[in-house]
């Protein structure tokens, strides 16, 4: 397995797990399938994150197919470059349980550790998603808030949980 940075490259491969996690998993993302599948590649080639504050950390199967990713940024504004985020957590179903989520986490910790004014890192995750929130806590984040009835998928409601991770030394 290739745990890695995407490039402009990867974006094909990219949309296409995208899409997949978005159909797979609706209720655990901001972005919904319908409005994903009407960006084109190229317009996707477009915004794609390849910058060192703003990446998406890609596992590749053997095969070298595109399994699993992990999106981070950091914020932009001068009062909150100390904070960045983790988005787009995400391993296609038949590779889970193989802890391809831990490597592709300890590579995006790593690379944002790089980051001169990163403080923090933080994500949110579905409350129902019991599995996720252990290995976020066996990585350090720590719970600070819920979100209720942060996501509505099929006029059925879903909580969210905030958690962070301190890198001050």
Known sequence: MDIRLLTRADVESYRDIRLEALKTNPEAFGSSYEEAVTRTVKQLAETFPVTNNNFIV???SKEEKLIGTAGFRQEQAMKMK???MVWGMYV????RGQGISRLLLQQ???????LQDLEQINLVVVTINDAAK???ERLGFEHFGTEKRALRVNDKYYDEDYMVLSLQR
């Open 134 to 136: 252990v290995l976020y």
């Open 108 to 114: 995006l910790i790593a690379e944002a550790k790089k």
């Open 58 to 60: 890609g596992a590749f």
């Open 82 to 84: 100390h904070k960045g």
């Open 92 to 95: 296609t179903p038949d590779y």
